[in-house]
T-cell receptor, first 115, second 113 residues
């Protein structure tokens, strides 16, 4: 049973406009939520995170919103740039003991920013 | 960028052969992880390590073993590779203070024929 869901496999956005990527989760015990960006033939790159006790975190063009009651988070990219074209993974963490966290990933959303 | 390298970057092998993938870090981080990425599945945790000789299983550990004899190296072994283990394998590390955030290596593409 998938605990982290990204229901949109792909998204196309015009350059300069806002990109909104969505993620839903089922486990209320998740501690942190993260977004990773992945280019082809490279490893995922950490983008931004949010603690489960916050509802918003902003870093430059990237903002993550968390709605705990709806078990939903979203990543906003404003303005979108062609270099943002990549696969975006939503992930959530659970403490697994010995100071370590386990990440559970969604399946990813492929963002295409059209010039 | 986190100092993580993976070797080999690409490997083709035959069913039934043993395969070992290596992850090497220069950050001296305590925590290391192995994931696999498959179409339609995102990334799934295979095994992780919270110190030298300290390892534990993840979500999809069947058919895999790991070893960590030094802080900087985390090895993933497929004792007898199967076609279902064809995948892209990523190693990750996390910082001692922010273990919730993981940093990934470039990946190893493994094909089992």
């Amino acid at each position: 049973d998938q605990q982290v869901k990204q229901n949109s496999p792909s998204l196309s956005v015009q350059e300069g406009r806002i990109s909104i990527l969505n993620c839903d989760y089922t486990n209320s015990m998740f501690d942190y939520f993260l977004w990773y960006k992945k280019y082809p033939a490279e490893g995922p790159t950490f983008l931004i995170s949010i603690s489960s006790i916050k509802d918003k975190n902003e870093d430059g063009r990237f903002t993550v919103f968390l709605n705990k009651s709806a078990k939903h988070l979203s990543l906003h990219i404003v303005p979108s740039q062609p270099g943002d074209s990549a696969v975006y993974f939503c992930a959530a963490t659970l403490y697994s003991g010995a100071g370590s966290y386990q990440l559970t990933f969604g399946k990813g959303t492929k963002l295409s920013v059209i010039p | 960028d986190a100092g993580i390298t993976q070797s080999p970057r690409h490997k083709v092998t035959e069913t039934g052969t043993p395969v070992t993938l290596r992850c090497h870090q220069t950050e001296n981080h305590r925590y290391m992880y192995w994931y696999r990425q498959d179409p339609g599945h995102g990334l799934r945790l295979i095994h992780y390590s919270y110190g030298v000789k300290d390892t534990d299983k993840g979500e999809v550990s069947d058919g895999y073993s790991v070893s960590r004899s030094k802080t900087e190296d985390f090895l993933l072994t497929l004792e007898s590779a199967t076609s279902s283990q064809t995948s892209v394998y990523f190693c990750a590390i996390s910082e001692p203070i922010r273990t919730d955030t993981q940093y990934f290596g470039p990946g190893t593409r493994l094909t089992v024929l």
